[in-house]
């Protein structure tokens, strides 16, 4: 059975929440895919999540997907919804 010191990194996915220059405060999702060297089942992901500000950095370890493409589509939907309430909120006043 393979285990974690035998797994080799086989590609990454960087993603920054905002590319844009903001006053160096940035949010960057990175997906690591592992292969454990086993015939199946062999992929695995680690993600980071990392928070930097001008002066100070944290990091979280995220093992397996945590974060995963329906979660994020989930969350613009609901963002989307919640913005578009608002707004009409707004004009109605």
Known sequence: MSGLTESKEVGRDVFVFN???????????TTIFC????????IY???ELML????????????G???TP??????ADQMEEA?????????TE
Do not use: C, H, W
């Open 19 to 29: 590319p844009q220059d903001n006053s160096g405060e940035e949010l960057i999702l």
């Open 35 to 42: 292969d454990n060297g086993d015939e199946t089942n062999n």
């Open 45 to 47: 992901t680690v993600q």
């Open 52 to 63: 930097t500000s001008s002066y100070s950095r944290s990091l979280f370890l995220l093992y």
């Open 65 to 67: 997907s945590s974060i």
């Open 70 to 75: 329906d979660m994020l589509r989930k969350a």
């Open 83 to 91: 913005i578009k309430k608002f707004d009409s909120e707004r004009i």
